[in-house]
């Protein structure tokens, strides 16, 4: 059984560009989570998809938006790189919604902003 | 609203000493815990969790965690420390309940475990 790949693994930006980074979820898995985890931080819930449809944000901006395909891949886009956005993005998935859910966690992309 | 803290930063033991890491949760409807561990440049993973039942959860790798309702704590143990459990964890904390925390992991902000031989 596939875990959760992301790609790519690192990626350096330039401020005010645009980002987009993948995940594949682990094979039978509905819900995709992405979370933010900046340098000596815990990880930051952005936001969660479920069957294709957002089911709930954190406290990040509008720029901040995600995609998730009838496979059940995921996109993470950011608009308008800032330098704050420097972190190693995570994104995981789960056989379903809800806590009682193990969430199975990709290696991550670390994008670095300039 | 939910939050984690997690005492100490950095907790440095010897090979076959006691581990203790200590977190404590707030929430407002009865919390699911977790604890996650991450490796240098990879991914979380899950060490053990409570959700209903037996406050004694046992996970991998010998760790146990006792959820104290009481205290609004879940702290993380392990009776004899390994060199192989040098990392960072963290402890993370989720609603069961409806609303917009559902499903969301609340995470602390890590303790980095180093092991000594």
């Known amino acids: 059984e596939t875990g959760v790949t992301q790609s790519p693994t690192h990626l350096i930006k330039t401020r005010g560009q645009q980002v987009t980074l993948r995940c594949s979820s682990q094979?039978?898995?509905?819900?995709v989570s992405w979370y933010q985890q900046a340098l000596g931080q815990g990880p930051q819930f952005i936001f969660q998809?479920?069957?294709?449809?957002?089911?709930g944000r954190g406290n990040f901006p509008p720029r901040f938006s995600g995609l998730q395909f009838p496979n059940y891949s995921s996109e993470l886009n950011v608009n308008a790189l800032e330098l704050d956005d420097s972190a190693l993005y995570l994104c995981a998935s789960s056989i379903d919604r809800g806590p009682a859910y193990e969430q199975y966690f990709g290696p991550g992309t670390r994008l670095t902003v300039t | 609203a939910q939050s984690v803290t997690q005492l100490g930063s950095h907790v440095s033991v010897s090979e076959g000493a006691l581990v203790l890491l200590r977190c404590n949760y707030s929430s407002s409807v009865p919390p699911y815990l977790f604890w996650y561990v991450q490796y240098p440049n990879q991914g979380l993973q899950l060490l053990l969790k409570y959700t209903t039942g037996a406050t004694l959860v046992k996970g991998i790798n010998g760790f146990e965690a006792e959820f104290k309702k009481s205290e609004t704590s879940f702290h993380l143990t392990k009776p004899s420390a390994h060199m192989s459990d040098a990392a960072e964890y963290f402890c993370?904390?989720?609603?069961?309940?409806?609303?917009?925390?559902?499903?969301?992991?609340?995470f602390g902000q890590g303790t980095i475990l180093t092991v000594h031989p």
């Open positions: 094979s039978g898995h509905n819900t």
């Open positions: 998809y479920y069957r294709e449809e957002e089911n």
């Open positions: 993370a904390v989720s609603a069961h309940a409806g609303g917009t925390s559902y499903g969301k992991l609340t």
